[in-house]
C-alpha cells in the first residue's frame, strides 16, 4: 500500500520530464535579491548563514539546515546575514501545473522545516549528475532524483497534491531546446521553429504555462548559469559571459547587478575579503 502511494505521488504531481534544475551559491554578508516573481515551484536549503525571505509583505527566517518551499506567483525579496556568508542551494520545477487546491494544501505547511539527510542525498547526487551534463538539463536520473526530493518533503509534510491538465506538448519541447541551446546565440523564432509553430503561438503557451514568454525563459536561464559560473569557477566575467550566451560581458553585468544587486566583479570581492 505504502509503495503504491509513493508511485501514485510521483505521478501526480509533476508532468513527465517536469524539468528540474539543481544549484548552489555563497551570498557575501549584506546579500540581498529581489524583488523577483517566481514562475516555478522550487525547495531553497540554508546550509549556514541565514536568510530573511519577504513573500507579497509577509516576512519569515530561513536558519542553518532549514528548507522552505517557494510557491509560483509571489514577490519575494531575499536578505542575507550581515555577518557571515549565508551558503544557498534550490532544487527548482521549473514548470510545475498546480491546481489551486494543490496550492491551497502547500500554503498549509511550515513555512520551514528541518533538512534531514535523507533529502541532502538525494540533492547532492542530483547535484553531482547535473554538473555533468553542463549544456542540457532534463536527464531522466536528474528528474527521478528531483521527484524523490520533493516526495521526501512532502510525505515528511503530510502533504497530498492534483495537477492541472498538462501545457501543450511543444511547450515541453521548446523548453528543453531552450535548455540546450542557451549557451549560444538563439532568436525567438528559432525556438519556435524548433517545434513547427509561429513566435506568437508558442509565446501564447508559454505565457499561460509559465507566465513568461521563450525569450524571458531564455535570458533568465543565462543569469542562472552565469550567477553559478562565477561562484564556482574562476572564469573572467567575459568568459562567463560568452559561455551562457551573452555576446556583450557588459550587458551581462548589467543583468547580474539588476538580480543580485552586486556587479560580478563587486560579488568576487566580497567573498574574499569575507572568507
Known sequence: MFALRVIMFLVNIFNINQNFFFGEIIYPPGGRLGPIVRRSLQLMIIHSGEVNVTVDNRSYRVGPREVTMMKPGGSELYQFSKKSNTHQSWCTARAPVLSD?????????????????????????????????????????????????????????????????????????AQQFILCNFHRTL????????VGMSYQHLARLFRIAFGCTPMEMLWTIRIEQGAELLYSTGLSVAEIAIRVGFQDPFHFSKCIKKQFNFSPRELRDKLKSSS
Open 187 to 194: 532568436s525567438g523564432q528559432e525556438i519556435a521553429s524548433s
Open 101 to 173: 487546491d494543490t496550492l491551497k494544501k502547500l500554503n498549509s505547511i511550515p513555512q520551514t522545516f528541518p533538512w534531514t539527510s535523507r533529502m541532502e542525498k538525494f540533492f547532492s547526487l542530483a547535484l553531482e549528475s547535473q554538473k555533468m551534463l553542463p549544456d542540457c538539463h532534463g536527464s531522466p536520473v536528474i528528474d527521478f532524483l528531483a521527484q524523490a526530493l520533493f516526495y521526501e518533503v512532502f510525505v515528511n509534510m503530510g502533504v497530498g497534491v492534483g495537477v492541472k491538465p498538462q501545457p501543450h506538448p511543444n511547450v515541453d519541447k
